[in-house]
């Protein structure tokens, strides 16, 4: 893996990948695009970014040599880094993305996301933000400090990368032949996002919401809003607002079902406690039995499973239109839980079904390459924990 630290270039051209309708007009007009012409010339880039994939203006065939020029003079086509790939046993794949530098003092944003093929979608999980300004104690990405939002552009770049992978553009192949069949028969490899890689999106929300914008377009990257899950740990002002700006689908990060172990596992809890969080919930714009929020439960051995916890959370969920996600805890280096036993797991799972919820158990994908839930954390973090540990060592 290539660990050079990026460079930033002040005079390094932009890249338009990214981009909302707003900001490729305002990059023609700074090339003197004159204004009566801008909607049109957005619209020609807008297909030829979004729908066609291009990474050259010379694809873009009806637009003028003269433009095409010019704007390759002034801007790029370009795409983030992809630092590593890893392929998981189960089909999952795990694309660890530098960004360019922001500033001087920006070496490379970097971030991971993860593309899980099932037979009947593909689900990218994509990042808000590097790093996490929140300490969940079960959540590897959670140990990691934040280091900056991701712009609208960085949040929409991870799934062109994700497509240009995955050979998911017109006429495009993948660049390897492994033989994975990405998704069921007429379903694009990525057809649904998730909002649950690094970060909390509601702590970003202006760019997460312009971000959906643009992945929701239907001239471009065209994904249905109801195919969009943004997950929080519970920013309580921010889910209305989310509910009204973007009409995504909300999941909510719970894992316990009172306060006082919900502020040990989801420290935002002391904040935003459960009865504000839950009602924040019942009034969410458009929830309904057919738009239900997903409430995301992390199985934790002797922590959060007994049948009274799946009583008392069927209890606290009444009256919300919701489904409720069984996640087991997924191990990583130094982790102070276990997963729940699957006895364990099936009689609460029992339990929460027959009081009328759906309750799925999330089948781990990515173990291996800790790609799971609540592994993520950026491989180049991991790398100089170890260095420096082996200097710890030395010492």
């Given at each position: 893996m290539n660990e050079s630290p990026s460079i930033f270039d002040p005079h390094a051209r932009p890249s338009l990948v990214g981009k909302t309708r707003a900001q490729l007009a305002e990059a023609l007009g700074a090339i003197g695009v004159p204004e009566r012409e801008q909607r049109m010339r957005v619209g020609q880039l807008w297909h030829w970014i979004y729908f066609q994939g291009a990474t050259s203006f010379d694809a873009m065939l009806n637009v003028s040599k003269v433009l095409r020029a010019k704007l390759a003079e002034h801007y790029t086509l370009g795409r983030p880094q992809v630092v590593a790939a890893q392929l998981s046993q189960d089909g999952t794949r795990k694309w660890l993305i530098r960004m360019p530098p922001v500033d001087a003092q920006d070496k490379g944003a970097e971030i991971e996301c993860v593309y899980i093929p099932e037979s009947d979608r593909g689900t990218l999980c994509i990042s808000s933000q590097v790093g996490c300004t929140l300490t969940c104690t079960f959540c590897h990405t959670g140990t990691q400090k934040l280091v900056r939002n991701l712009s609208a552009q960085?949040?929409?770049?991870?799934?062109?990368?994700?497509?240009?992978?995955l050979g998911d553009y017109p006429g495009r192949t993948r660049p390897d032949d492994d033989g994975l069949i990405p998704a069921g028969e007429g379903v694009r490899p990525v057809s649904n996002i998730v909002f649950m890689g690094m970060g909390e999106p509601l702590y970003n929300f202006d760019e997460v919401n312009d971000a959906i914008g643009v992945l929701t377009d239907g001239e471009g990257l065209s994904l249905s809003k109801r195919r969009i899950t943004v997950s929080t740990s519970g920013v309580v002002p921010q889910i209305a607002p989310l509910g009204e700006a973007s009409g995504t689908?909300?999941?909510?990060?719970?894992?316990?079902?009172?306060?006082e172990l919900r502020n040990k596992l989801v420290p935002l809890n002391k904040k935003y406690p459960l009865r504000d969080l839950l009602e924040a919930c019942r009034t969410y714009p458009g929830a309904s039995n057919s738009r239900r929020i997903t409430f995301e439960y992390v199985m934790l051995k002797g922590v959060n499973d007994s049948p009274t916890d799946a009583r008392e959370l069927v209890r606290m969920l009444k009256g919300i239109p919701a489904k409720i996600n069984l996640i087991p805890f997924n191990p990583w280096p130094g982790a102070q839980y276990e997963c729940s036993d699957w006895e364990t797991i099936e009689t609460f799972s029992d339990i929460v079904f027959n009081a009328g919820y759906a309750s799925p158990v999330r089948t781990p994908r990515g173990r291996d390459i800790l790609a799971a839930c609540g592994q993520l954390k950026s491989e180049?973090?991991?790398?100089?924990?170890r260095a420096r540990l082996a200097l710890d060592d030395e010492a």
């Open positions: 960085e949040i929409v770049q991870q799934l062109v990368v994700a497509r240009d992978m689908m909300l999941a909510i990060s719970l894992h316990a079902t009172n306060d180049t973090e991991k790398l100089r924990a």
